[in-house]
């Protein structure tokens, strides 16, 4: 069981396609919003989360949810939206 609803990564997501998170999503963002649903995941993993979705080369089995869309700031992927 995940500690934020169905993983951070899909709840991102999900905020973004209903509104409550406005793209470009940021890093900063990300703690806005995890701080609202009083999620506390550790800053570095934060740091590195928008980072990592968007890499085609981070992990084959980690779920590519985000795209760069400029320095620092990211857009849920055609396929999640």
Do not use: Q
Request: aromatic residues 12%; proline residues 4%; contains cysteine.
């Amino acid at each position: 069981m995940s500690k934020y609803g169905e993983g951070l990564g899909i709840e991102l997501v999900k905020a973004v396609n209903k509104g409550e998170l406005l793209e470009p999503v940021t890093t900063k963002k990300i703690r806005e919003y995890c701080e609202v649903k009083n999620w506390k995941p550790s800053n570095s993993y934060i740091n590195v989360y928008l980072a990592n979705t968007a890499a085609e080369n981070h992990s084959p089995t980690y779920k590519k949810y985000f795209e760069k869309v400029a320095d620092g700031e990211y857009a849920v992927t055609k396929e999640y939206r």
